[in-house]
């Protein structure tokens, strides 16, 4: 027994460790999804029956409120409706016409009219059913019946104690209209109106009464009219009991609202608060059975069941599906890492039992941990022999870098030492230009001269001279010009490139002093340079390095772009974008191979060796711009299709 007790940790250890990591997550998903979906199922149970019924309560309520205005619109229309049926003229004429037989014949019983509707009566498409009352009777001016007219052949007539008793008790007592119970609990409404031609009332020849029987008959007339599938009654104020029903087999009459509260909720106030007399007070009310609202609710909270339980299944599902995935990618990522290991290592592979992914992912990395330091031991040995052998190939490079540095001192002198001999040979013809017409001014001037200390000089000769004194002059000035403008562009581009000083100038004079100091070499050819460069554009940098930049483009495109080929373009284009400079050199020369576009920026590669080309120039330009200007260049060139060098730089 103990020995079973003792062996149990290793037992569910060894347990834990052989299930895998899905079948984990598949168990703790429905055990964790079970008892969420619990929890909210009786949360959301009681939420949910709470909100429904308070909205259903809300709704119930505004139901019952649109009945009893739908029932009090009812009560004004008939107190309306039999006034504006005593003013009609139709009526009018009928009762002068019958006051004499009324007079003659005092005790007669009134005349009922049932098939026969009255002459006097406007008909139901002038009313539009506005008189709803299933009595009408014509009364004289001594308040006898004398005229019942029933609204449908089934309308039991009025009992005798209403026209006997009530109706005479309440025209005696005046106002229009009227609520009463006669000596049988029935209660009615009773409206009055004096008929007379004129707009005086005062002593009326007789007088019209709407008469309806407020029972369960008119009730369920009246509630056919509403929406509401309740229940419509009326109650009486004293004894609060239910006297007239909408439904009467579900409420009867004789029910007290103590016996109705349980299985009712009622909805309702008293609406007979009128100017009108009243017998005895009198409540509407609305009443909703509170099983169809519980009904209602249960139906929702069930159906709210099903799709919770769905919901927490399909979630279930793809937290499954969720955690599989990753279990696979984690198991190939896992086995990716151990088998790349094991190759930069150079170890036999572990053999490891299956189970918990992320366990055997622990075991692995602690085993390729372990080997990860027996290998780091075995590379510090190595790592010693590489710092001496690391050493030694420094000392190689520092020598390297001060030759590869002077080699570019020496390139950079000889590119200002070619600048100074094309200069020195362009200064040449204007000078030699000048010095000619400076000798023959000097000529002519002694000629001139001699002539007039003899006396023999004319004016023809006077003349003359003074012609080819302006035409000497003018060659003289010039061609001094010239040179001037020759030496002081050489003067800007040496100062620039020997100084390197940083200062604000304008890119398009820069390009046309460089431009100048390189015509010794364009005059030789037909190519043909194009600047295109805003005036205004001001940048502050090194104009020596742009100097120098340009220099190195042209004689590359002269001495490898343009190498068998007469004529050509060479194009400058630049632009201001963004605060940014693009610097655009293209020529329309013969274009590079791929691979040597992709070495042109390596310090001594050249494919004119032969011709003494040194291979630093433009790795001199790549520096200058990296280093010296801060920007970017690149290089796009195609066989035949010349070479295009864009350099991108700050404007300052």
């Known amino acids: 027994m103990a020995d079973g007790l003792n062996n149990l940790p290793f037992f569910w250890d060894k347990l834990w460790r052989r299930t895998t990591l899905t079948t984990k997550a598949l168990v703790v998903s429905v055990v964790m999804g079970g008892l969420l979906w619990l929890i909210a199922d009786v949360w959301q149970t009681v939420l949910v029956r709470e909100i429904f019924q308070k909205e259903q309560l809300a709704n119930l309520e505004a139901q019952a409120q649109r009945d009893r205005l739908l029932f009090d619109g009812y009560l004004r229309g008939q107190e309306q409706a039999v006034r504006l049926v005593s003013y009609m003229m139709p009526l009018v004429h009928r009762v002068e016409w019958m006051q004499e037989d009324w007079a003659a014949h005092p005790q007669r019983e009134p005349t009922l009219l049932t098939d026969n509707r009255p002459s006097w009566l406007p008909p139901p498409s002038v009313t539009r059913d506005l008189i709803a009352a299933p009595y009408v009777l014509l009364l004289d001016a001594h308040k006898w019946v004398r005229e019942i007219y029933f609204q449908g052949a089934e309308i039991p007539p009025l009992p005798r104690t209403v026209l006997t008793n009530l109706l005479p008790r309440l025209l005696h007592s005046g106002g229009h209209t009227h609520i009463a119970a006669d000596d049988d609990g ?9 008929i007379s031609r004129g707009k005086t009332r005062a002593n009326p020849k007789a007088f019209l009464v709407f008469v309806v029987a407020l029972n369960d008959d008119f009730l369920s007339l009246f509630h056919r009219q509403s929406d509401s599938s309740s229940v419509v009654a009326l109650i009486n104020g004293e004894t609060n009991q239910v006297f007239a029903s909408s439904r009467p087999d579900r409420v009867s009459a ?27 007070p009198i409540h509407f009310a609305t009443l909703v059975e509170r099983a169809e609202i519980d009904q209602l609710s249960h139906t ?49 592979k572990q053999t490891v039992a299956a189970g918990d992914q992320l366990l055997i992912m622990g075991e692995q990395f602690q085993w390729m941990i372990q080997e990860i330091l027996h290998s780091r031991q075995r590379e510090q040995i190595r790592q010693e022999e590489l710092q001496k052998a690391n050493d030694a190939l420094q000392q190689s490079l520092d020598v390297v870098k001060n030759t590869q540095r002077k080699l570019i001192e020496s390139e950079k002198m000889a590119s200002l030492g070619n600048l100074v001999a094309g200069v020195a040979h362009e200064i040449n013809t204007p000078v030699g230009s000048g010095v000619t017409a400076a000798s023959y001014l000097r000529q002519q001037s002694l000629r001139c001269a001699e002539s007039f ?25 010039h061609n001094l010009n010239r040179a001037a403008e020759l030496v002081r562009s ?3 581009v040496a100062v620039d490139r020997t100084h390197e000083q940083q200062r604000r100038f304008h890119l398009v004079e820069c390009i046309r002093q460089t431009l100048v100091s390189l015509r010794p070499h364009l005059k030789k050819t037909q190519h043909r340079v194009t600047v295109d460069c805003p005036e205004t554009l001001e940048i502050d940098s090194y104009p020596g390095a742009f100097s120098q930049i340009i220099t190195n483009f042209v004689i590359n495109s002269l001495l490898h772009g343009f190498q068998e080929i007469e004529s050509g373009d060479i194009v400058f284009r630049i632009m201001e974008v963004e605060g940014k400079v693009i610097f655009r050199y293209s020529d329309s020369g ?42 970017t260049i690149q290089c796009s060139s195609h066989p035949g299709r010349g070479t295009v060098l864009e350099i991108i730089l700050p404007v300052g």
């Open 590 to 631: 013969r274009g590079m191979e791929e691979e040597d576009r992709l070495r042109i920026f390596e310090p001594f590669f050249t494919t004119a060796r032969n011709r003494g080309g040194s291979g630093l120039g433009m790795h001199i330009v790549y520096n200058l711009v990296t280093q010296t200007l801060g920007g």
């Open 186 to 194: 029935t209660v009615y409404l009773i409206n009055v109106s004096g």
């Open 490 to 492: 050489f003067k800007q």
């Open 254 to 280: 004789g029910m007290t609202m103590e016996a109705l509260n349980p299985q009712f909720a009622v909805f309702g106030k008293k609406f007979l608060d009128y100017d009108f007399s009243i017998d005895i």
């Open 300 to 348: 929702i909270i069930h159906s709210e069941r099903k799709h919770l339980a769905v919901g927490y299944g399909m979630l279930t599902i793809v937290f499954f599906l969720l955690v599989y995935y990753l279990t696979r990618r984690l198991k190939i990522f896992t086995e990716g890492m151990i088998d790349a290991a094991i190759g930069q290592l150079g170890i036999k």
């Open 453 to 477: 200390s003899q006396g023999t000089l004319r004016k023809s000769e006077l003349e003359t001279y003074f012609k080819d004194v302006v035409d000497s002059t003018q060659m003289i000035l």
